[in-house]
Each structure stands twice: as structure tokens, then as C-alpha cells.
């Protein structure tokens, strides 16, 4: 269905795609992965002809999709084979509405009324889009966007799906139901689907086939098992794996269950792990806060008080509420009942220089909080900013992104080192409280583990922060508290450990293979076993 | 009518300065039709007043109607002529009121409009309603002489003597015209007895060119039916706006 | 073929255009009033629940924004035409090059009274398409263009998602420089968020041309002649223009263009022969038109009938629908120039309200 026939790629100097042979077959689910950088969202746009047609750039060899080389085919021949949905399904939308927006693709290709009314129905039912065909688009929610962006593309009977990172932006429910979606078409209508992720948890039970590409131009294929028993990138569950040295590596959670009898009964007998230190005086806290926009009520009534020297993770589906509670601790939004307080004042009442010794806040998109042209130019206009001696924000941003060379342009960093240089910035006048929200989305596996180490620097420090976010790993890993959000009420609130194993749509990996012992990562489990006797 | 709602008659009362210049002003029903009728009027007017003051004080100082203005500016009429259009369509131009600066030999098409242009003693203004004009300074100008001096010899005289009535001369080029004169120096409306000698008679009084009598150019009295109707319909439709905003909102 | 529920898109801006037409051809204050409220009642009253943000107060605030710029204007450099003064304002002594231009002096009643009449009728034009735009998605109305216009459409169709999109960002932007206690006014501040913007605009327009490649926008259609295809699309900008000449003819009062109504039939017929050539193109299909049915029918002739009204009323006694303030008296309304107020609601009649849409199509209307 997809050959790529000895393909090399570069957009400047150095080469992207190395010599890439690849073939796809027809009815396949392929998975690329591999770190920022490496090559996947370029691999993904040949399939459809947007690079090097959209894109400019030097290619050699080629690529051949369902007979058609992409030499000779633009992306709008190819609009009838491949759909291709980008990494912000948002941006894609040419129209308004669900409907017109799946019927658009159909339009452009002229197929007949009649075909075209059946098929945007079948596309709706396909991702249950039903209730939605008559809303804005601008209404819809990040989960559904993606949806609609699939049925879109989908409508149009490709025969090759490509997707860049679909569940990027998505709660782990959302992301559940776009791969369902996804493997019912491989299985139903013998789609061949090729989608690049960085959250191998997520997709690699429903891969037929791995790639995985290593950022020097190399790439290894094959089996999701066999790929990743030497893969430097690999979810909680293949380490697990290894560590319990399990061959085949399961690749479900399922799979996993079934084989671990024996590490669940050595586990069982270890001694129950400590609970969580309770962390120094509180920092923060809310009391019955809401927050509205508009008519819509995004927060009703929280209560939560974040302590010294912890991590509280907060929780919930799309639209539940969590930025908005980072938004009114930071004090940039105004409570419309209830209270913020940092200290003993509301943020909001703070003066802009005053807020940022107190609260740090890295919003969603880090890159915004980046506006020099230069990475030194940007630490020195922050110490200026922020009152500081000149070189403390330089230093700060070493300790937490190492060494940046000064001369880069801060949107020329990838998403992990941006992410890293906005905290350095905004840590620098040490706050007491640091908010981040989505702080893993777009980063790769190496550049969460550095997050990681980041955060459990910090609350040695005595720092207390708050983390946002659908990554239930990450929570696994770093967090002390879990607060999850429904609808703008907290619905689970306490100890990380109890509140994630006992809530199955937030349960990471490992809790859902050791259940019902609450372990929740492979540190953890190994740090034990070498411990124990046997 | 209408206008007595909003207090004292426009250009009723211009505020009497030490620096009074006296401004001529020419206004001629044109030659059109073989009527040629013109009359000059000399006025007084203080150093900061505009042509459009000056014509409005002449023309109210003897009882005419003061002149009217488009919603744009335009002048319409003049003495309540013509008393229907402004700036109407007519054939081979338009039908309007051109508008002239004199000088000390002839008059120039004017690029400004009167009510920019500050009044000056050493340039009269001209009106000459044009029946088929073409809107440029191929226009016909004023038949009269443009000079201050023949409009109103008394000012030019070097002494400048406020009390002297003086009846202008008829220009021996405005052939078989009947012409008013002026009073110099008190034509405003201060009302010298001189002035009151001075009636709109003067004007020439052959019928076609005989300007309209002020009714016949303003909306006709009692009609204000029509405006309390239509701002009681515009009531009621605010009143339905703001209840179906409310509802929605609710 | 479906049943017509609601009145077509390119119904309701077909009557907005009618309502700005009859607009321009006024200028009595009351009229004018009563067309704003007449286009109001029937926005706010027809709207889909579902717009967040009505399109109408955006453009009602511009509108008021005019008002008071002319006002302002004529207060600072208006045309000193003689009326009853309110207050002088100390003149500057303008250079005698520059003798046209006037700065203070005395503010008249007429004056503003003139100024708020002209203001007010761009703001009726403006509010009849701050309605159509709440009532119709120019969207939808670009989406019934004939084939031949497709790019083009898409072209603004494009455009038109982009300004809500950068004031979106800009909002973003405005909100981290906060986080950072950046300045997010004065020139500095938007230096600063300039950059950026500019950078998302282009990374999303460039995101969405890749979206709309890869949908097979553009796709030349194998089957129709290139010359034809080229023949079709000459006539038709040729008419357009011809049909713009003519229609500033008519707008502005008949006496700057010549033959300006019959250029503009002229222009109209080029238009449709060109449409009319370019119809067989069958590249392109479309995904459930709406019906065209005697609502729409009866929506935009709605507001051209009230056009036709107002110049009726116009040729039957000018001074019902200009007015001037020199010499001030009130502004009349005659029955004719009422009738068109009258018919401009008819939509009202032929549109469904809200519930009754919802009803038909059988879903449910969240009402909060």
C-alpha cells in the first residue's frame, strides 16, 4: 500500500529521513515512534504528498503510495486515497459546522449527493458523532475536535488513514475512544492506518506493527513486542516487562494481568508502602471557589489546599475545570464566588511584580511565555523584569534545561527544552508556588524523565506545585496528592496513590496490572524487590 | 414652527465686535430662462464670521428666508429659490447654486465652500444659480462687477464712515435689471430705519424669478402627526428588542 | 428534495443588503431610527441560540463608534454652516494655505443634529450586516456561490476564520505576558505581542492551506475545456465590474454615473452569462443544499421591497426621506416610508423561531 523505496529527506543542511525503506501493507495499523526531532511528522506528511509538495525541501528516492509516486502527485490527487489529520485538529477546519466540515473533502472530489449524504453518515456513526452534526465547530471540546477531524478525513473512503499524534490533547477517556474508533476501522473497513505518538502507553495495544525511528536517521520495524524489548523508549508496562524479565513482552495490559501471578504475590508480601509525607504549612488554598465565563460555570465550589514541598496533581476529561483553577490560583482569573488565597492574599489582588515572586506559572503552551530573539536576551530581560540580580535567571535556567546555547532562538528549541526554559524563567525569583499546565504534552519520553527530575528537585526545595494534566504516568511518578475534577466540583481529592488506583480511567499501568495492590510505577517495584530478601 | 422650538431664528443675532468689516454679497437668479435678476447686499459682519454667515445675516436683514443646506452641506436655496431639488439633475448639467469669489477685475469659480471660507472685505461673494451647470469654473459667472468698490462704494471710501445710507449705483452691464440697493453700513439686523426703507419690493419682482415665499420651502405646519407616529413605532420596536434580548438571555 | 424550514442563507443577506440599500438612500434620522430597530428586532428575535457571541453587538458597538467619531470630527473641524450655536470652541488660525481646513469655532445644533444623521446611516448599513452575519454564516452564503467562484470563496471564507483566530491568539498572549508582568498595552507591549501573533497567523494559515490541499481543494476538473472554464470566468469579472459601476450609480443618486441603472442590468446579465457558462462544471458537488423555497423567496424580497418603498416615497415627496437640519424642523415619516419599516419585519413572519426549528428537525435545544 505504502513503499517507501530508499527515501532521504532534508529541509536544510542535514537529512531528516536517512534511506528509509519501509513498506506498509494493506489493512495495517502502524505506529511510529521515536524523540522529537526524529522525523516522524515528516515521515507522516510524505504518505500524503504535503512534504515535499506543502513543505519545500531536497527529496531523494521515493515514496510510493496505493501506485502513485509522490514525485508526481500533489496532496489534492491524493485527497481520494490518504486523509491526513494533523497534530491540532483545530487548525484544519475549513468550515463551520460538524456536518459541512465532514461533507467538505466529498465536495471538493465530486462525488454524487446521494453517495455523499450516506457516506457523512456512516462517517458519523463510525466516531460517534451523532449528537454533535449540528454544532459549531468552535463548540466542540478537544476529544470531539479530533473526532470530527477523523470522520472528516474519513468521509471521504480513503483507503490510508495518517494521523500525527491524535490523542496529544486528550484525557486518557477522549484518547480511549479516537483508538477504539481507529482499530474498528482497521478491522471493519481494512483501513491502513499509520499514526505517530509519543504516549507509547496509549497506542501500542492497538499496533499491528512498530516503527520506531531514533533521531540519527536509523529506524527498526517490527512487531510491537519485538520492537520494544530493546527500545530505549518504552511505556511502564514493557518495563515492567523486563523488569519481571517476562518473553514475550505483553503488550496489554491484559496480556500482563494474566502473567503475573508470581510478581504479585512477591509484592504482596512486602511491607504496605509508606504514606505520603503530608508536606510543610499550607501554601495555598481555595474555599468554595468558582469561576464562570459567561454563562458557563467552570469551577462550583472547590476546596483544596496545596502544602509545602508537595505535588498535587489535578485531574479530569477535557473542559472539567482544570485550567481555570490554575488560571485563579495564578490570579489571573477573578473568582466569581468563593476564594483564591496564595499566602494570605488572593493572587489576584497582588501587583503583577509581587504575583510573580509569589506564584510561577507555566501555562499550557510554554512557548508563549518566550518572545526574544535570543536565549540569553530572554534570561537577561527577565532578570530586568522580575527585579533580579542580572545572571540569577540564567542560572536558573541551567539548573533546569542545562546548558541552552545562548544565540538559539527560543522557538527554534524543541518542545521539551522551551517547556525547560520557561520554568527556569519563571523560577527564578524562587515563588513559593509553581503551576504547571500539560506540562508532558508534545514531550518525548527522554524529556519527561528530565521534567520529572525537575519537579522532585523542586519539592526538595520545599517548593509546592501543582501540575494539570491527563498524563496518568506522570502522576504516577512525581505526585503526592491527586485532586480529580468533574463538571468544576472535586470529586476524588487525597493521597495520589489512593485516588489514581481507585479511579480506573486515571489508573497508570502498573496499578492496572498489580491491582488490587497499589503500586503505581516500576521504580517503585523494583526499588522493593532489590530490597526485599528473596 | 419647528425651528421657533429650538429658540431664536439662525443668524438672528451675530455678535456686534469692534472689528466689523462690511462683506458684499451679489446673488443672481442667472439668465437662464431671458430673466435676469440680481441683487447685491452689503452687510456687516465681525472679523471671524464665514461667507455662509454673511449671506445667511444679509438675507434674513431683509426679510427673505435664510438660505437652506442639504444634509451634506450643499446650499439648496437662496431666498427660497429654487423651491424644489438641490443640486437636482437638469438637462446638459445640474441646476445649482454656484458659488464665486470677487476681486478687483472679474470673479473666480469657488474650490471652497462658504462655510469654510472666512468672510473678507476685499472679496465679495458670489451666488449665480446655474439652471444647467456642469459643477467646475466653466460655470457662468455673476453678471455684476466682482469689485468690493462698485458693491458697496461706501466701504471702499478710504474714511470708511459708518452712517452714511448710500444707494449703490445700477451697474450700467446689468442691462434692464431691476436691482435692489443697500444700505452700506447698517444692513445688519439691528435694524437702522435706513433698512427698514429697504424691502424685499426691491427685489425684482417678475414672476418667475420672484423668490418663493418661506412657507413653500419648509415641511408644511401641523404635519408633526407623521414624526409622533413613527417615533411611537420606533418606542414599541426598542420595547420588543430589549424584551426578546432579555428572554434569550434568561 | 428537502422540505424549506428556514429562510436560505443567502436569503437573509439578500435583505440585509436590501435594509443598507434603502439606508443609503435616506437621510431622515427617523427613518433611519426605525430601520436600525426594524433590523434589530428581527436579528434578535431570528438568531440561532447556538452563536455564542451575536455578530450584531460586535458590529452595533462600530456603529456607535462612527456616531460619536463624526460627532467628534464636527465638533473639532465641522463645516461652520450658520444655526443655533451651543458653544464655541476657541478657533485656531489656520495658514492661508491650509484655508479650507477650519478648527474650532462655534458648534452648532445643526451641526451635530447633521453629523448623527450621517453617522447613522452607516450604522444602519453596518447593522444590517452585523444581522445577516448573525442570521446566515457568511459561510453558508459563500458555500452557495456558483462553481466558478469556489476559490475565490474559499479564499475569503479563509480570511473570515482568520480574524477571530488572531484576536484569539492575541488574547493568549496578552494573558502569558501577564504571567511574566510584561506591559500588554503602549507601544511596547504591542511590539511584543506583535511578533508572536504574526508567527501563529502564518503557522496557522499555513496549516490550513496543507488542511485544505490535502482535501483536494483546487482539483481541476478533467472534463471541462480550459477556454470555456477562462471565457466564463472574464465574463463573469467583467460584469462584476460593469455591475459595481452601475450599482454606485444608483447608490450614489444617478447623477455622478450616467446610465447608471442600465449599466447595472447590463452588468447583472454579463454576471449570469458567465454563470450561466460556467454551470456544467460538475467537479465540484455539494452536500445538501439548503432549499430554496418561498420563505427565502419572501425574506430578501422583504428588504429589497422596502428599498423600493423608501425611493417611492422619495419620488412621491422628497422631502419624506431627506431631511436636513439647515433649517432645522422634524423629520416626517410618511405612510409610504412606514410601509417600508413594515415590510422590512417580515421576516419575522416567514422565519421560524427557534423552538419551532428545533422542533422540526426533532432534536432537543438545551436551554440553560
Known sequence: ?534 | ?250 | MRRERTPHAVAWWIWAAGLALAALRTSNPLLLALLAAAIVVVCVARTPRDLQQSPLATFARVALIIILVRVVLQIVFGQRLPGHVLFTLPSVPMPSWAEGVSIGGPVSIEGLLSAITGGLRLAVVLLAFGAANALASPRAVLRSLPGLLHEVAVAITVALCFAPEVLASVRRIQQARLLRGRPTTGIAGMRGIAVPVLEDALDRSIQLAASMGARGFGRRPVSVSLARERTALATLILGSMILLVGGYGVLAGSSVVPGAAWLAGLGLAAVCLGVGLSGRRAARTRYRPAPVGLRSVACGASGWLSALLVVIAGVADASSITWSPWPLSWPQVTPLAFAAVVIALVPLLVAPGEARVAAARGTKIAVS
Not at chain 1, 454563562?295 to 476529561?317: E, F, K, P, Q
Not at chain 1, 527585579?387 to 518542545?415: C, F, K, W, Y
Not at chain 2, 477685475?105 to 451647470?133: K, L, M
Not at chain 2, 425684482?204 to 424669478?209: L, M, P, W
Open chain 2, 1 to 250: 414652527m419647528a425651528a421657533s422650538l429650538f429658540g431664536a431664528a439662525p443668524g438672528a443675532a451675530p455678535a456686534l465686535g469692534a472689528a466689523e468689516r462690511t462683506i458684499a454679497v451679489v446673488v443672481e437668479f442667472g439668465s437662464g430662462q431671458g430673466l435676469p435678476a440680481s441683487f447685491a447686499l452689503c452687510v456687516k459682519e465681525p472679523s471671524g464670521a464665514t461667507d455662509a454667515q454673511a449671506l445667511t445675516d444679509a438675507l434674513v436683514s431683509r426679510g427673505l428666508p435664510a438660505p437652506t443646506y442639504s444634509s451634506a452641506g450643499l446650499l439648496c436655496t437662496i431666498a427660497g429659490y429654487p423651491s424644489t431639488g438641490c443640486g437636482a439633475r437638469a438637462p446638459g448639467g445640474y441646476s445649482y447654486w454656484a458659488y464665486f469669489h470677487g476681486g478687483s477685475s472679474r470673479w473666480t469659480y469657488a474650490t471652497d465652500g462658504p462655510a469654510e471660507r472666512r468672510a473678507d472685505p476685499a472679496v465679495p461673494e458670489g451666488w449665480r444659480f446655474e439652471p444647467s451647470g456642469h459643477g467646475n469654473p466653466s460655470d457662468a459667472a455673476p453678471d455684476r462687477p466682482s469689485a468690493t468698490a462698485s458693491i458697496c462704494p461706501s466701504t471702499a471710501s478710504p474714511a470708511n464712515q459708518p452712517a452714511s445710507p448710500a444707494s449703490t449705483t445700477i451697474p450700467p452691464s446689468t442691462v434692464g435689471v431691476t436691482t435692489t440697493t443697500t444700505s452700506a453700513s447698517t444692513a445688519t439686523t439691528t435694524m437702522a430705519p435706513p433698512a427698514a426703507t429697504v424691502p424685499v419690493t426691491r427685489v425684482t419682482d417678475r414672476t418667475a424669478e420672484r423668490p418663493a415665499a418661506p412657507a413653500a420651502v419648509r415641511p408644511s405646519a401641523g404635519s408633526l402627526t407623521g414624526t409622533m407616529v413613527a417615533v411611537a413605532a420606533l418606542g414599541l420596536l426598542i420595547t420588543i428588542g430589549v424584551v426578546l434580548t432579555r428572554r434569550r438571555r434568561s
Open chain 1, 1 to 534: 500500500m505504502i513503499r517507501f523505496a530508499g527515501t532521504w529527506f532534508r529541509y536544510g543542511s542535514s537529512w531528516v529521513v536517512r534511506d528509509l525503506d519501509l513498506e506498509v501493507a494493506d489493512g495495517e495499523l502502524l505506529v511510529v515512534v521515536g524523540p522529537t526531532g526524529s522525523g516522524k511528522t515528516t515521515l507522516l506528511k510524505m504518505i500524503d504528498g504535503l512534504v515535499p509538495h506543502f513543505s519545500g525541501g531536497e527529496l531523494r528516492g521515493d515514496v510510493i503510495v496505493a501506485g502513485h509516486s509522490i514525485r508526481d502527485t500533489p496532496p489534492t490527487e491524493l485527497a481520494g486515497t490518504v486523509g491526513y489529520v494533523g497534530q491540532d485538529p483545530a487548525a484544519s477546519f475549513v468550515t463551520d459546522l460538524v456536518e459541512e466540515e465532514i461533507a467538505y473533502a466529498m465536495e471538493n472530489l465530486g462525488i454524487e449527493p446521494a453517495v455523499m449524504r450516506r457516506r457523512v453518515e456512516e462517517a458519523l456513526d463510525l466516531m460517534s458523532l451523532h449528537e454533535l452534526r449540528d454544532r459549531r465547530l468552535t463548540t466542540l471540546s478537544g476529544g470531539q475536535r479530533q473526532r470530527v477531524a477523523i470522520a472528516a478525513v474519513l468521509a471521504a473512503a480513503p483507503r490510508i488513514l495518517v494521523l500525527d499524534e491524535p490523542t496529544a490533547a486528550l484525557d486518557p477517556g477522549a484518547a480511549e475512544e479516537v483508538l477504539s474508533s481507529l482499530t474498528r476501522l482497521v478491522h471493519d473497513v481494512g483501513m491502513t492506518v499509520v499514526l505517530a505518538e509519543h504516549r507509547l502507553e496509549r497506542v501500542l495495544p492497538f499496533a499491528d506493527r512498530v516503527v520506531l525511528l531514533d533521531g540519527q536517521g536509523g529506524m527498526v520495524a517490527g512487531e510491537p513486542g519485538a520492537v520494544m524489548a530493546d527500545s530505549a523508549l518504552a511505556p511502564p508496562l514493557i518495563e515492567l516487562g523486563r523488569l519481571a524479565g517476562w518473553s514475550p513482552l505483553p503488550i496489554t495490559v491484559r496480556e500482563a494481568r494474566r502473567r503475573c501471578g508470581p510478581l504479585r504475590e512477591a509484592l504482596a508480601e512486602l511491607p504496605t508502602l509508606a504514606p505520603e509525607a503530608d508536606g510543610g504549612d499550607v501554601v495555598a488554598k481555595t474555599d468554595g471557589l468558582c469561576a464562570s465565563f459567561g454563562n458557563l460555570l467552570a469551577l462550583d465550589g472547590v476546596d483544596l489546599a496545596v502544602r509545602a514541598g508537595t505535588i498535587t496533581a489535578i485531574m479530569g476529561r477535557n473542559g472539567s475545570g482544570k485550567s481555570t483553577l490554575l488560571s485563579c490560583l495564578a490570579g489571573i482569573k477573578e473568582p466569581s464566588c468563593g476564594n483564591a488565597s496564595v499566602g494570605q492574599t488572593p493572587p489576584a489582588d497582588l501587583s503583577a511584580a509581587e504575583r510573580i515572586r509569589t506564584v510561577g506559572f507555566v501555562p499550557q503552551e510554554a512557548s508563549l511565555l518566550l518572545y526574544a530573539q535570543r536565549v540569553d536576551e530572554e534570561c537577561a530581560t527577565a532578570d530586568e523584569e522580575h527585579g533580579l540580580a542580572p545572571g540569577t535567571t540564567a542560572a536558573s535556567v541551567t539548573a533546569i534545561a542545562g546548558e541552552l546555547a545562548p544565540d538559539r532562538h527560543p522557538r527554534d528549541l524543541s518542545e521539551g527544552q522551551q517547556l525547560a526554559l520557561a520554568l527556569g524563567i519563571v523560577l527564578a525569583p524562587a515563588p513559593r508556588l509553581v503551576l504547571l499546565d500539560e506540562p508532558t504534552r508534545g514531550l518525548d519520553y527522554e524529556a519527561k524523565r528530565s521534567l520529572v527530575a525537575i519537579l522532585e528537585m523542586l519539592r526538595a526545595k520545599g517548593v509546592a506545585i501543582v501540575v494539570a494534566t491527563h498524563d496518568v504516568e506522570l502522576v504516577a511518578q512525581v505526585a503526592d496528592h491527586a485532586v480529580v475534577l468533574a463538571q468544576g466540583e472535586v470529586i476524588a481529592n487525597g493521597g495520589a496513590r489512593e485516588v489514581i488506583c481507585h479511579t480506573p480511567a486515571f489508573a497508570p499501568q502498573v496499578a492496572k496490572v498489580l491491582s488490587p495492590l497499589a503500586w503505581l510505577t516500576v521504580g517503585e517495584v523494583a526499588a522493593a524487590l532489590e530490597g526485599s530478601p528473596s
